[in-house]
């Protein structure tokens, strides 16, 4: 088994675990390879209804977090490939990037919020986990 490996990164340290589980399961699977995925929300415009099209981030906004994935990448695994989305809902991006091409798993961190601060927040992992097509693995930041 070699598959396909989306890894959905916001540059958090349990993002970071969910990088390094991924790349030591392609490590000990023999291949395979391993996307890396940054959705950058784009904003609404102020005042605007549903119905006008969000704001795109500027030229700069976008390549700050490119550059950043790019030394992410460098430094945990070599190989990865990076691709950079834009839009208002992270999971549906993240399950559209998935898609195309199929990934075979998807390994990502989560904060492990739980009650009252999922309600509130909502949860990314737990939409992709609940909506994903193939196996996902969901990584805590182990405790200190």
Request: with cysteine; charged share 20%.
């Amino acid at each position: 088994m070699q598959p396909h490996i989306l890894v959905p990164y916001d540059f958090s340290p349990c993002a970071e675990c969910a990088l390094r589980w991924a790349a030591e399961f392609k490590r000990s699977v023999g291949g395979g390879s391993i996307r890396l995925v940054y959705v950058q929300t784009a904003l609404p415009a102020v005042g605007a209804v549903s119905t006008l099209p969000l704001l795109t981030p500027p030229e700069d906004q976008i390549e700050e977090p490119e550059a950043a994935l790019r030394q992410v990448a460098a430094r945990l695994c070599p190989d990865a490939q990076i691709e950079l989305r834009q839009g208002s809902e992270v999971a549906a991006q993240l399950l559209s990037a998935a898609a195309e091409p199929a990934a075979g798993l998807i390994v990502m961190g989560t904060h492990g919020r739980g009650g009252v601060k999922r309600l509130v927040l909502g949860s990314v992992a737990d939409s992709v986990v609940r909506r994903a097509t193939c196996p996902v693995v969901t990584v805590r930041e182990p405790s200190t």
